[in-house]
């Protein structure tokens, strides 16, 4: 399996706040990279694909970059409605390996 | 609107068995492959089990294989997960989801609508 590793694990940020997570992948997973969000009590949600692709209907302030092993998620202008973990996830290969999360609260 | 909606969560003793469902609703259920993907208490998300839109193509994660088994009966638009031989570490938030592919890569896939998951404890 291929092991997912996200930085931080957690974080303080305030609103208008620009910040970045990263994930970085074993080995190689092309760009096969994607982002999701999940708030406590709600379903995940998919906000980046194929590394810097922005899922329909998610806001220009998610986006997303990187290939190889070494992939970001950078939140410009952080919102209070963005305040929830984040996770990458590579489907390179099966299964489709999730990183740890990163869990964005606020200062 | 796209629905998915998970049953048959609950309490079980190290192992025993335990079947869970989820009903789809809001999509063509046979054209979409299905997964599900679990969360226990305080952990992060993970994928546990994939079937395509056929049934005919179907994954399991390592920690599963063996003992749990996906299938899906697209006359009734439903996902089950049948899971024997459970163990504490199966306890979990089990979500079904829609495993999309985006084009016609194996690799070009997201979990795209997710339901709102199933919580299995297993616990003596």
């Known amino acids: 399996d291929i092991q997912m590793t996200q930085s931080p694990s957690s974080l303080s940020a305030s609103v208008g706040d620009r910040v970045t997570i990263t994930c970085r992948a074993g080995q190689s997973v092309i760009a096969y990279l994607n982002w999701y969000q999940h708030k406590p009590g709600k379903a995940p949600k998919v906000l980046i694909y194929a590394a810097s692709n922005l899922q329909s209907g998610v806001p220009s302030r998610f986006s997303g970059s990187g290939s190889g092993t070494h992939f970001t998620l950078t939140i410009n202008s952080l919102q209070p409605e963005d305040f929830a973990t984040y996770y990458c996830q590579q489907t390179y290969s099966t299964p489709p390996t999730f990183g740890g999360g990163t869990k964005v609260e606020i200062k | 609107e796209v629905q998915l909606l998970e049953s048959g969560g609950g309490f079980i003793q190290p192992g025993g068995s335990l079947r869970l469902s989820c009903a789809a609703s809001?999509?063509?259920?046979?054209?979409?492959?299905m997964s599900w993907v679990r969360q226990a208490p305080g952990k992060g998300l993970e994928w546990v089990s994939g079937i395509s839109g056929s049934g005919v193509s179907i994954y399991y994660a390592d920690s599963v294989k063996g003992r749990f088994t996906i299938s899906r009966d697209n006359s009734k638009n439903t996902l089950n997960l049948q899971m024997n031989s459970v163990r504490a570490g199966d306890t979990a938030l089990y979500y079904c989801?829609?495993?999309?592919?985006?084009?016609?890569?194996?690799?070009?896939?997201?979990?795209?609508?997710w339901g709102q998951g199933a919580l299995v404890t297993v616990s003596s």
């Open positions: 809001g999509f063509t259920f046979s054209s979409y492959a």
């Open positions: 989801a829609i495993w999309y592919y985006y084009d016609g890569s194996d690799y070009s896939h997201f979990l795209d609508y």
